[in-house]
Nanobody, 127 residues
Framework: QVQLAESGGGLVQAGGSLRLSCTAS????????VAWFRQEPGKERAFVSA????????YYSDSVKGRFTISRDDAKNTVYLQMNSLKPEDTSIYRC????????????????????WGQGTQVTVAS
């Protein structure tokens, strides 16, 4: 049974930092592309960042570029999202997702390609 579990969310002041973790089980993690998406109630899910299975391809949304960093540690079956210079507009539920397949830009940034999803972790940035 495949499971993705996010952790690391919380309440932080604007300008602060958080590091989210996404730990997987039940799959050969090193062969999976992984992404972070975020969604607020009543709003569409938005792409945040993705990393290919090899780690060689990484994408960020324009809204987080330069502030967030995605990385992976296959030995720990974990992908991280380091979030710096947080803004109130970063407040959301952050979910990680994974799929095995095409690691080009289009699929990596599209939630329709992802087969497995975590439950999410709440990030709240106070102004």
């Amino acid at each position: 049974q495949v499971q993705l579990a996010e952790s690391g969310g919380g309440l932080v002041q604007a300008g602060g930092s958080l590091r989210l973790s996404c730990t997987a089980s039940g799959l050969t993690f090193s062969t999976y592309n992984v992404a972070w998406f975020r969604q607020e109630p009543g709003k569409e899910r938005a792409f945040v960042s993705a990393i290919s299975w090899s780690g060689n391809t990484i994408y960020y949304s324009d809204s987080v570029k330069g502030r967030f960093t995605i990385s992976r540690d296959d030995a720990k079956n974990t992908v991280y999202l380091q979030m710096n210079s947080l803004k109130p507009e970063d407040t959301s539920i952050y979910r990680c997702a994974a799929y095995n397949g095409d690691s080009r830009e289009g699929p990596l940034m599209s939630d329709t390609w992802y087969d497995y999803w975590g439950q999410g972790t709440q990030v709240t940035v106070a102004s």
